[in-house]
């Protein structure tokens, strides 16, 4: 049998509930509104989007998913973007044509590449000559405009840490020109996916942007364990293994309800377990996620961090349920107001820490947060 738990995106009969937020979303898209969902990394937003997506996938509306999770200047966005579009249109219901007939003059500057890798035919968007940023988003939104168009059909884009975009050197006009795209068109909505939170939310929330109060905001946060516990039931249950509720509950628990470590923590259960999951399966199975998360993220997002910021951060693990401008919460940490007030700062933008209520924090990854406490092995 293999395990019934995911790491990846999930969707269909892997994907738990969220069934207020998929409502939401469901009648934000088919009205064309655009929405800026942002929550915590690892929470579930690309799974509860990419399912949104397939929800509609017989409507006339064309669902398109863009990740800019790896762009790194304005043609990666360009192409990211186009090679969404194409991929969708290639896929679309509505429109029976082959593959290679639909897009091929979708755009007129952006070449879409057919290749073949493992069986599947792979899309890669090839520009031009051109590389001006504002023709070649002009080639891109007209191409799709006049397919939607000519089906009579509408579209809904997903734009993925649609944050990153901020972070380009060319930021501001890539904003600016997104946004006059948005303004004109009823039959496009988008929603704007990010988990630098501070990031994204700041781009549609200050005056001076360009994307100011353009779309509606949204979040999501932890599946509640109620739903979250049968669900472990029921995938042990399905691959001919047990797990009681109280075990599931104790998954759940163990992670803070975390929907990655979630996912992680029952995979590595199902691993180890032979007929029924306990509480020792689990204990052990939690042992080797932290090891596994230490070497693959934890020890390079704490090198990446400048001194002052993993005082503070550490500080923060041990001590949450204090003002990080309390005297004691300065005094045992031996940090400086001034020092934590710009560290709290810096780490909230990186989403590394979030604010419970003013000048409360806590670090936003609970099993990130159980490493940085457990001193003796990180900071030796
Ligand atoms: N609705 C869900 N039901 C079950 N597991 C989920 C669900 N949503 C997310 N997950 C789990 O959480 C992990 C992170 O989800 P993902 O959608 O990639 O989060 P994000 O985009 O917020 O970083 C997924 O790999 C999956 O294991
Ligand atoms: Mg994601």
């Not at 990846?8 to 509930?17: L, Y």
Request: hydrophobic share 40%; charged share 25%.
């Amino acid at each position: 049998m293999p395990n019934p738990f995911s790491i990846g995106i999930v969707t269909g009969s892997d994907f738990c509930n969220r069934k207020e937020e998929r409502e939401t979303l469901l009648q934000h898209i088919r009205s064309m509104q655009s929405v800026v969902l942002s929550a915590k990394r690892r929470i579930g937003k690309s799974s509860l989007v990419t399912q949104v997506l397939t929800e509609i996938e017989n409507e006339d509306i064309l669902p398109i998913y863009a990740s800019f999770f790896k762009i790194s200047s304005e043609q990666d966005f360009i192409t990211t973007l186009a090679t969404a579009i194409a991929r969708s249109i290639g896929k679309a219901a509505l429109d029976p044509r082959p593959l290679q007939e639909k897009i091929k003059s979708l755009f007129g500057r952006i070449i879409i590449g057919l290749d073949l890798e493992q069986d599947k035919t792979v899309l890669t968007a090839r520009l031009g000559r051109e590389i001006k940023f504002d023709y070649l988003l002009e080639d891109v939104m007209q191409g799709l405009f006049g397919y939607i168009e000519k089906n009579n059909m509408r579209a809904c884009i997903v734009l993925d840490e649609f944050q990153e975009i901020a972070e380009l050197p060319n930021s501001k006009n890539i904003e600016g020109t997104l946004r006059e795209y948005m303004q004109f068109r009823k039959d496009v909505c988008y929603l704007f996916v990010g988990s630098k939170r501070r990031l994204l939310l700041d781009m549609f929330t200050d005056k001076r942007r360009p994307f100011y109060k353009s779309a509606y905001i949204y979040s999501t946060r932890e599946i509640a364990k109620e739903d979250f516990v049968p669900y472990i039931v029921g995938q042990f249950s399905a691959s001919g293994k047990i797990c009681s509720t109280e075990t599931a509950g104790l998954i759940y628990d163990t992670v803070e309800g975390y929907t990655y470590y979630v996912q992680k923590l029952a995979s590595l259960s199902w691993n180890i377990t032979n007929t029924e999951c306990d509480s020792t399966i689990v204990k052990k199975a939690y042992a080797s996620l932290i090891e596994m998360e230490e070497m693959s993220d934890f020890v390079s997002i704490w090198n990446g961090l400048p001194i002052g910021q993993r005082s503070a951060l550490k500080a923060i693990a041990k001590s949450p349920a204090l003002s990080i401008y309390a005297k004691e919460f300065l005094l045992l940490h031996n940090l400086s107001a001034s020092s934590a007030q710009k560290s709290a700062l810096a780490l909230q933008k990186k989403d590394l820490i979030e604010e419970i209520t003013k000048n409360i924090y806590k670090v936003t990854d609970p099993v990130f947060s159980a490493w940085l406490r457990d001193s003796e092995r990180a900071f030796a």
